[in-house]
């Protein structure tokens, strides 16, 4: 007999093996700009960090600040979050919205490698 597991213990589990697999840090250089992946203390969600090599690169940044998501901006250094309860599962928190996706480690890698590649061809 299989037991199905419900879509919320379907995205603990892709948490939990993420956190085994990842950890709560990664960092890595992709086309001269240094890219963070950090987990956050309290609810676990992920959060990902460019630190742009030149502020001259940023130069277009307030146009496609909404295309990226960005909720950081200082300096030179951007971030998104993965915590937006409409469509995150954020795995320590009390309650999360139905059908929401936890965001791994891979998938904030392609999200600032894309963002990088926006910044850099623009």
């Known amino acids: 007999m299989t037991i199905e597991m419900t879509w919320e213990e379907q995205e603990r589990r892709r948490y939990y093996e993420d ?14 700009q240094f890219c ?18 030149s502020n001259d690169l940023l130069s277009s940044f307030s146009d496609l600040e909404n295309k990226w998501n960005i909720t950081f901006h200082s300096g030179n250094k951007i971030g998104i979050d993965c ?11 009390y309650i999360n919205m139905p059908n929401t996706t936890y965001k791994n480690f891979d998938w904030v890698e392609a999200e600032l490698k894309r963002i990088v590649d926006d910044i850099c061809e623009n």
């Open 19 to 32: 956190l085994e697999l990842n950890g709560n840090y990664k960092s890595f250089d992709y086309r001269g």
């Open 83 to 93: 915590a937006h309860g409409h469509c995150d599962f954020i795995p320590n928190h």
């Open 36 to 53: 963070e992946i950090k987990r956050d203390n309290t609810l676990h969600y992920l959060c990902g960090y460019i630190t742009v090599a």
